[in-house]
């Protein structure tokens, strides 16, 4: 088992709804998520991070964890063409030496 | 503005050629590393230096050289690279050498090995 999985995609979604971006992760022990923006041909962009349970906000960007079920979501509102990305979630190895990258997710906002 | 700055952002080579790619972070991080990537997969960990030493080499074949002269600065020296070797090189920071802690990106530099 993978121990980051995200759907690759993609996935479509009309301009101005809500984008919901789904990864699980196989470590119980896992501390911290992360959430990576990577447009075609750049470099991943750090948006989001999450520690604890729970929701975190940050402008259009919800990350939400939920340790007993062992996933970690991006929710992005109000979508916008410039949207459109690869979404890469990422979590630590077991043992927390290393940063594990999900496969990413390919988000379409369409205008 | 990026504050972990990669240079060339892109270097065509032969297979021959001995070349280096630079990365250095103006950010205070302890900790850098070097990853590749192929299109459409994620960054594929390489190496990782903690408080300037080497704390992870993944399997990564010996044509491929790190060298982090401090904590703001990191290399990787090339020499008889194969054309599987072509991808987007990227270096990245963080506070410390752990899974835990957000990494920062730079750029990346686009290698093509002809």
């Known amino acids: 088992q993978k121990e980051v999985e995200q759907n690759s995609g993609p996935l479509s979604v009309p301009e101005g709804a809500i984008a919901s971006l789904n990864c699980t992760y196989s470590?119980?022990?896992?501390?911290?998520f992360f959430w990576y923006r990577q447009y075609s041909g750049k470099s991943p962009e750090l948006i989001m991070f999450?520690?604890?349970?729970g929701d975190k906000e940050d402008g259009r960007f919800t990350a939400q964890l939920n340790k007993a079920s062992q996933y970690v979501s991006l929710l992005i509102r109000d979508s916008q063409p410039s949207d459109s990305a690869t979404y890469l979630c990422?979590?630590?190895?077991?043992?927390?030496?290393?940063?594990?990258f999900g496969a990413g997710t390919r988000l379409f906002v369409k205008a | 503005d990026t504050e972990v700055t990669q240079t060339p952002k892109h270097l065509v080579m032969g297979m021959t050629n001995k070349k280096s790619l630079k990365c250095e972070q103006h950010?205070?991080?302890?900790?850098m590393y070097w990853y590749k990537q192929k299109a459409k997969k994620p960054p594929e960990l390489m190496f990782v230096?903690?408080?300037?030493?080497?704390?992870i080499n993944e399997s990564v074949p010996s044509r491929f050289s790190p060298e982090c002269p401090n904590s703001s600065l990191l290399n990787l020296h090339l020499h008889a690279l194969q054309p599987e070797d072509s991808a987007l090189y990227l270096c990245?920071?963080?506070?410390?050498?752990?899974?835990?802690?957000?990494?920062?990106f730079g750029d990346g530099t686009r290698l093509s090995i002809l």
């Open positions: 230096y903690s408080y300037e030493k080497l704390s």
């Open positions: 990245a920071s963080s506070q410390e050498g752990q899974g835990y802690q957000p990494q920062h």
């Open positions: 950010m205070g991080h302890r900790a």
């Open positions: 470590d119980r022990g896992s501390q911290s």
């Open positions: 990422a979590a630590p190895n077991t043992g927390g030496f290393k940063t594990i």
């Open positions: 999450i520690y604890s349970n």
